[in-house]
């Protein structure tokens, strides 16, 4: 991995200010985290909303719910191959390397900066444990918890960070073939993860699934880490890096996709292909991710243009957009239309467009009047315990 002069990484990031430095500047930010980070919120709702309408289950199985008509269907597959993990992959992504970029940035402020980091983080948990309640698919916890491992692991080189973080990963794989062969072995319920149901909670079954959620959430974030600390994230690399590295992520990592697609649905979408039909996909995650992550260095590199000032802004409030996103979804596919009938994959594509309208539109009205976004504040409030600038006249610029 190409590691690039220690100027090249002085990170720049408002995450990284300490509480009485004030806001960063529009001119001082890596404006390709804001980017990358606003197509990644973004993108999560693609599936998340899936789950709003359908539950969990037809997250996975295509055959489950919602796929009505030919149209759903396409929506569906196309979902697996293009979005399914990789903007999930994203932010995962993008959350190591802004824990990295917080901790290098408070050391060289003199402040404590693993016991604030692992306060930061066990707010974090706290708000990813509320954030549970609402609707099961919450990440903030495995999040919060992964956070522990890699401040252990912070010092490693970066090129150790990434190859450990490829070994979490893959042991995810690992998992899905213990989970299989507890189906294939026992009537083990998959209520929930295969079939129609609530989540088997109290089926030990539950345990190498949950297992292998969080050792993908770890090993991107690990990964992550080092990438940042090695240059890669911020865009100044050569062009030709990205290009190389779109090329050869996303000509590995779709096909992948596309084969447990195809594997998954020869088999009918049997009990006897649950997880393993995941494992393509999963293994397609960590190139198809970074394909996307250095096409969109590649366009934050060009000239600047509206659509990306509006999805930096997306990216600046990525926490308030995320959760704002759950809000929107239980209360819309849910509660309002939980019954209906006639809601398919195709609507709930629609109400995806419907709120990245709303978030593109939103991000930009907040941030024209305020620092930080909402929940962003709170977190950082809560985080230095003192109060922060909020609107913008009140700070110096």
Sequence with gaps: ???????????????????ESGPVHESERIVSLDLIRGVAVLGILLMNAVSF??????????????????????VGIAGEVFVDQKFMGLFSLLFGAGMILFIDRASERGRRAVML?????????????????V?????????AVASVFLVALRNLPNRALVSVGAVVFAMSAGCALIAQYM????????????????????????????????????????????LYRAGFMNGRLPAKTYRLTAIVGLAVGLPLAV???VVTAVADYSREIAFVGQIPNTLGTIPASLGYMSLIILWSNRADSRLKRWLRNVGRMA????????????????????????????AVLVFVFAVW?????????????????????????????????????????
């Design 1 to 19: 991995m190409a590691v690039v002069p220690s100027e090249v990484l002085t990170p720049m990031a408002e995450q990284t200010q300490p509480a």
């Design 53 to 74: 309408k359908f539950g969990s289950t037809p997250y996975l199985n295509l055959s489950a719910g919602g796929s009505e008509t030919w149209l759903d269907w396409a």
């Design 117 to 133: 980091n692992l306060w930061r983080n066990s707010l974090l948990l706290l708000i990813g444990i509320v954030h549970g309640l």
């Design 135 to 143: 609707w099961q698919g919450d990440v903030l916890v495995a999040y």
């Design 183 to 226: 189906a294939n072995t026992t009537d083990v319920s998959l209520a929930g993860l295969w079939t129609p149901g609530g989540f088997p909670t109290e089926e030990i079954i539950s345990v190498p699934v949950l297992l292998g959620y969080f050792l993908r959430a770890l090993g991107l974030i690990l990964i992550g880490a080092g």
């Design 259 to 261: 084969a447990g697609v």
């Design 319 to 346: 926490l308030t957009n995320y959760l704002a996103q759950t809000a929107l979804g239980v209360l819309v596919l849910t509660t309002l239309l939980g019954d209906a009938g006639y809601v398919n994959r195709s």
């Design 357 to 397: 309208g709303l978030q593109l539109w939103w991000s930009q009205a907040w941030l024209g009047r305020f620092v930080y976004g909402p929940a962003e504040w709170l977190w950082r409030v809560a985080t230095y315990r003192r109060g922060q600038p909020l609107r913008r006249r009140a700070v110096v610029e």
